[in-house]
């Protein structure tokens, strides 16, 4: 490389061997878009299942996390390649439609890939590949639908959805626990859930973890927990039947917007100030008493003087909430966020059975519990654990669960899981694939291939011989044309997903298997990659 100058003085580059230098095109740059998509299937594809590994990863500022949900991995890799990105992408897409299943739909992208690649070996066009796999989709599809079935439940009988909360749970950190926290989550969702309009809003169930305690000691909150305490140490811990005034303006004298000063040159005139200032904070705190406010929690903070009367007042109070709280204590109590102290009103206060404030361990730390509130449409989800990296993978994991809970009140139509829905399609799309005359049927054959890799890698993580695995379970399911056989990844003792209880939602497999197929024809589609430096 050297450095050169042209007639005007600008500085340029000259490359050496720059002229040797040539760009991927055809079908050498759809190999290469290829192997970058199978690199980073390969990194997930470990991660697959309930005896799937996990990835510690470690972020430049040294922050390390431990997980084995997809999308976090992929969220939290520095990936350059464009096609990889077209991977995380796929994955964060899962996740925001479906919230499961995020690992298994970049393993069967990468599947596809590699099949298609042969393919491309054999000389088959890759539009006609594209189309091949466009057509076996929607076989699989289909086929999902014909094998699916529905369950009733109610605020009554939860099981059908802790079992298939459990089945999501099964495959992360906490499956120790995954029967108590999925109970959490289907609680927690149903009690946001409006089931006439079959919609659930998640945005109302909050989680929050601190570290300490044991993950058993996870538990569902009807109500709002805020991580401050009371402002005044000699304030009472527990109100019952409380009256709430939830302020978003400060305890302090107003201030004039232009720039001020006040001069005091006698003992008088301070005097004087001091009692107005005094006079209005009396006037602040008998407003939040003459409307029959208990508890008055602000957005803001207050001096020492405004503390100590509200104390002497036997007013509690809490200060320095953050907005999403107020938020949601404004939703759960049933009250109004008030801007000014003139326009709070008996209506606007909110209403909770109890409000008392923890104190956890040995230490220092200290919460409020907003319970039994006027409108129990309000949850929490509180979590303990042994440290912060284990709060953060439990986030995650009931995460999962709850999107997996909300998706079936949406749809409650299930498939088996441990592979037994991907065996069944892959047996129905090869069957499909003799009735297409063109080249096609050869991308419709390759995709029932595709389709055994997510079984096949559930079974290679589990210590299983993958392909003898497979084969008899293939075998069973043809001979006894039973959809519900899969990989025994637990060591149950039987193949039958229906009696191990393993359940996925329809909707999340189906939406598996059209954004893999969508992906991977846009990947196949691209046969130039043109950089900055090739304009």
Same mark, same amino acid.
């Given at each position: ?33 290829i192997s970058a998509g199978k690199a980073v299937a390969r990194i ?74 042969? $393919? ?60 108590? $926290?999925a109970e959490i989550s289907v609680k927690a969702v149903l009690s ?40 005044h140490p000699q304030m009472p811990k527990q109100i019952e039947d ?111 059975? $109890? ?102 890698? $559930? ?77």
């Amino acid at each position: 490389m050297a450095l050169a100058f042209d007639e005007f003085g600008r500085p340029f580059i000259i490359i050496k061997e720059q002229e040797q230098k040539t760009r991927l095109r055809g079908i050498e740059a759809q190999k290469a878009n290829i192997s970058a998509g199978k690199a980073v299937a390969r990194i997930l594809r470990t991660s697959l299942g309930p005896k799937g590994m996990d990835k510690m990863l470690q972020s430049p500022d040294g922050d390390v996390t431990i997980t084995n949900d997809g999308a976090t991995i992929l969220e939290q890799m520095d990936v350059d390649n464009q096609i990889a990105k077209l991977m995380v992408e796929l994955s964060r897409s899962q996740d925001y439609e479906i919230g499961d299943g995020t690992t298994g739909v970049v393993v069967m992208a990468g599947a596809l890939l590699e099949q298609a690649e042969r $393919l491309l070996e054999r000389g088959i066009h890759p539009i006609r590949v594209a189309e091949g796999y466009e057509l076996a989709s929607r076989i699989a599809v289909e086929h999902l639908e014909h094998i699916a079935q529905k369950f009733d439940f109610g605020p009554t009988n939860i099981e059908p959805l802790v079992q298939t909360c459990m089945t999501t749970l099964s495959s992360k950190i906490v499956n120790r626990c995954k029967r108590p $926290l999925a109970e959490i989550s289907v609680k927690a969702v149903l009690s946001v859930a409006d089931l006439e309009r079959k919609d659930v809003n998640l945005d109302l169930i909050k989680v929050e973890g601190k570290v300490g305690g044991k993950l058993e000691d996870t538990e569902l909150i009807y109500g709002i927990t805020v991580d401050k305490d009371m402002s005044h140490p000699q304030m009472p811990k527990q109100i019952e039947d409380a009256k709430i005034a939830i302020l978003t303006c400060p305890f302090e004298p107003p201030k004039p917007k232009t720039k001020h000063k006040v001069d005091i040159d006698t003992v008088e005139k301070f005097q004087t100030l001091r009692l107005q200032e005094q006079k209005y904070f009396d006037d602040m705190v008998q407003k939040c008493k003459d409307v029959g406010a208990t508890l008055v929690i602000c957005q803001w903070g207050f001096d020492d003087e405004a503390n100590h009367l509200l104390m002497h007042r036997n007013l509690p109070a809490v200060r320095w909430v953050g907005g999403v709280e107020l938020e949601l204590i404004a939703i759960a109590t049933g009250g109004r966020i008030v801007p000014r102290f003139q326009e709070l009103t008996p209506e606007k206060l909110g209403r909770a059975g $109890l409000v008392r404030e923890k104190s956890f361990g040995t230490t220092k730390d200290k919460m409020l519990y907003i319970e039994h509130c006027a409108n129990s449409r309000a949850v929490t989800i509180f979590i303990r654990g042994g440290n912060k990296m284990m709060i953060e993978e439990t986030k995650r994991s009931i995460h999962d669960a709850l999107c997996v809970a909300r998706n079936l009140i949406r749809n409650n139509s299930i498939v088996y899981g441990g592979g037994s829905a991907e065996i069944s399609c892959s047996i129905a799309v090869e069957a499909a694939a003799d009735k297409y005359p063109g080249v096609e049927q050869y991308a419709i054959r390759a995709f029932a291939d595709a389709l055994d890799a997510v079984p096949m890698a $559930l079974a290679e993580n589990s210590g299983l011989q993958p392909i003898e695995t497979l084969s008899a379970v293939k075998s069973e399911q043809i001979k006894e044309n039973n959809p519900h056989f899969g990989i025994d990844c637990n060591d149950v003792g039987t193949n039958d997903m229906r009696e191990q209880n393993v359940f996925e939602t329809l909707i999340g497999k189906q939406q598996q298997i059209l954004l893999a197929t969508q992906v991977v024809k846009m990947i196949l589609k691209i046969d130039d990659v043109i950089s900055p430096s090739d304009y």
